[in-house]
């Protein structure tokens, strides 16, 4: 069983930039594939980024060229730094994790994910 810590959200102006983390239990954690979603209100949840255990991204193209997701396997801790913030990225932002298994899965769904964080919210203002 993995348990995620979402936290680092906020209140930011536009343009600003915020560093979430989500710090994980469990001793074979470096190995999980984890990312970040995020949920508007009124709104589906999105996947924003994602990194396997390789330290291999993927995002959005929505946040491509303003956010870095990386890792830090000795802190158990993966992170989710958000610059150039525009009001729309204003959402609860979510960490999830998937344990090591067949590679052959679609890393933008939130489907493909078993754990998941409690959120964190992040507010842009313009």
């Known amino acids: 069983q993995v348990q995620l810590v979402e936290s680092g959200g906020g209140l930011v102006q536009a343009g600003g930039s915020l560093r979430l983390s989500c710090a994980a239990s469990?001793?074979?954690?470096?190995?999980?594939?984890t990312s970040w979603f995020r949920q508007a209100p009124g709104k589906e949840r999105e996947f924003v980024a994602a990194i396997r255990w390789s330290g291999n991204t993927i995002y959005a193209d929505s946040v491509k060229g303003r956010f870095t997701i990386s890792r830090d396997n000795a802190k158990n801790t993966v992170y989710l730094q958000m610059n150039s913030l525009k009001p729309e990225d204003t959402a609860v932002y979510y960490c999830?994790?998937?344990?090591?298994?067949?590679?052959?899965?679609?890393?933008?769904?939130?489907?493909?994910?078993?754990?998941w964080g409690q959120g964190t919210q992040v507010t842009v203002s313009s």
């Open positions: 999830a994790a998937r344990p090591p298994r067949s590679s052959d899965y679609d890393r933008s769904s939130a489907t493909s994910y078993d754990y």
């Open positions: 469990g001793r074979t954690f470096s190995r999980y594939a």
